[in-house]
């Protein structure tokens, strides 16, 4: 009876003993995540922003853009836009003409300068900037039925080409727009998402990630410096 007691200890000890040495399992921790900036919407479609870094937006191409030279523009789409002097003028349907005159008179608030950016592939439509005393806006003409669509900037496609999106910054003196216009595309006719205005910050430089996905080189009001502005970056996602 006692030899079975401390055969019976003993086998308690060994268990025990191994039950000690058993390796701890460690919990797989989630990789942090980061932290949340800022939510907006734009129609339908809902933003979350997260921080980025200034080496993974120039890891992304530009956007692609018209030459800063309006005559190298109209050269290259002659058949449909030209300037006659101070006008600029494009065809729009059959035997139909859209005119815009400029005015740089300075100091009259009739000022206008209008500039031909170039036709948009994947739309059909022609692309005008117009710059005004205190204020600017970027215009797309329909040169089928001669709509015109205002926009804050120059749209910059999604990489399936089914969104445009534009944005623009005018945090200190609040003339235009501080925010985004956004468009979605059906084979090649827009419709408008929605405008968004912000009001901390505004988007300096857009490019897309992926179909869902933006970087964003912003602009941050920030009083506690001189020039009132600071940059960062940033990613947004789209919901």
């Given amino acids: 009876m006692k030899s079975f007691f401390v055969l019976g200890s003993l086998a308690l000890i060994l268990l025990s003993s191994c039950n000690n040495n058993k390796p701890e399992e460690k919990s797989v921790e989630a990789k942090d995540s980061l932290p949340l900036l800022d939510t907006f919407s734009i129609g339908n479609k809902f933003f979350s922003v997260y921080p980025s870094t200034k080496e993974d937006f120039d890891k992304f191409p530009a956007p692609p853009t018209f030459d800063s030279l309006e005559k190298n523009n109209l050269l290259r ?32 608030d009739t000022y206008a300068d209008y500039t031909y950016r170039g036709k948009i592939a994947e ?7 117009g710059a005004f005393m205190e204020s600017f806006s ?3 003409i329909n040169p089928v039925s001669g709509d015109t669509t205002h926009l804050c900037g120059e749209p910059v496609f999604s990489p399936d080409k089914k969104y445009f999106i534009c944005g623009n910054t005018d945090l200190i003196a609040g003339f235009v727009l501080n925010g985004f216009d956004m468009y979605e595309v059906n084979n090649k006719q827009i419709k408008a998402v929605g405008q968004q205005y912000i009001d901390k910050w505004g988007p300096e430089k ?7 996905s933006l ?7 920030d009083t506690t410096i001189s020039t009132m502005i600071r940059t960062d970056y940033v990613k947004m996602n789209m919901k």
């Fill in 138 to 140: 970027y215009w797309l």
């Fill in 215 to 221: 970087l964003v080189q912003r602009n941050i009001l």
């Fill in 123 to 129: 739309i059909n439509q022609f692309l005008i900037l």
């Fill in 206 to 212: 857009i490019k897309w990630l992926d179909n869902a």
């Fill in 77 to 108: 789409d002659s058949a449909e836009a030209f300037r006659l002097g101070s006008v600029l003028v494009l065809n729009c349907g059959k035997h139909e003409t859209m005119s815009f005159k400029n005015d740089t008179t300075e100091g009259y």
